[in-house]
């Protein structure tokens, strides 16, 4: 019984140990705090995948877009190189609970600063301000923003804020929806579709994938403030953060990220720069 019982917990004990391998593997959280692992000379940042402009996985691994510029420079000064930058997907839904288990040291990925989002995570920032707008073909000329979609169709995401806005305050416009703006884009590109809409910067991120073909119009007429989102109660993080993005403002490198990831293909001027909240 004896030898029965060693064997039995030895293999309990390695099924636990490959267990654990696996966990680390496959990305689980880890003890050090974000400017530990920068300290470390490397940083996992959460970024999203497939937001043209913004962050978006290339076909050869690489990684571009607007968030991917913020995110390196913040990570240049706390003291990380580029190339020693892990990206992780961050999907919207996910956000909290990657920052949560450590699974990221912090995202930069569209993500806006709400009240019920810092209830759980802190926020940096913010980065940029993004609001409300449409994307029409380049030739259109009569839709100039949300004063001129009266009987129009214009389409968003199921269930996006853009879309509950557009239903809610402008219910005289014929409002399409469908589970992706790719769909919303194939419409526009038919004729089915007048405009697409959702934040500005998501609309230059998608112009600037086909120079020439759309257009971003209107003034934003909402307001969302991304913010670069981190572990909850992490203060010097935070600071340190909200003191490069003030960096990147200063120096030009932060209209120079817009402008060479979304501005200039897509025809959209450099907005304002935001004014960081050190709440």
Avoid at 152 to 176: D, H, M
Wanted: aromatic letters at 8%; glycine letters at 10%.
């Amino acid at each position: 019984m004896r030898i029965t019982r060693s064997i039995r917990t030895g293999a309990g004990a390695a099924v636990l140990a490959l267990a654990v391998s696996l966990t680390a593997a496959c990305g689980g959280g880890g003890d050090k705090t974000a400017l530990e692992n920068a300290q470390d000379g490397k940083l996992t940042i959460g970024i999203k995948f497939d937001q043209p402009g913004l962050g978006l996985r290339n076909a050869d691994g690489t990684y571009s877009g607007f968030d991917v510029d913020v995110a390196k420079y913040v990570a240049g000064k706390l003291g990380v190189q580029p190339d020693k930058i892990t990206f992780k997907e961050s999907p919207s839904g996910q956000r909290e609970t990657l920052i949560d288990n450590r699974q990221v040291d912090f995202i930069v990925a569209t993500y806006s600063i709400t009240d019920a989002r810092k209830q759980k995570v802190d926020f940096a920032g913010p980065y940029y301000q993004a609001g409300q707008s449409f994307l029409v073909k380049a030739d259109n000329t009569t839709i100039t923003g949300p004063e001129s979609i009266a009987g129009k169709t214009v389409c968003s995401v199921k269930g996006s804020t853009p879309a509950q806005n557009i239903e809610k305050n402008y219910p005289q416009a014929q409002l399409q929806t469908y589970d992706t703006y790719s769909l919303c884009l194939d419409g526009l590109n038919s004729g089915s579709i007048d405009a697409v809409t959702t934040d500005d910067i998501i609309l230059a991120g998608y112009a600037s994938q086909s120079p020439g073909k759309y257009k971003v119009v209107g003034k934003p007429f909402t307001v969302e403030k991304y913010g670069i989102g981190l572990k909850k109660g992490d203060t010097e993080l935070r600071a340190k953060i909200n003191d490069a993005i003030e960096a990147m403002i200063a120096d030009g490198s932060w209209d120079k990220a817009f402008q060479s990831n979304v501005g200039q293909a897509a025809s959209y001027p450099t907005p304002p720069a935001p004014q960081v909240d050190r709440y």
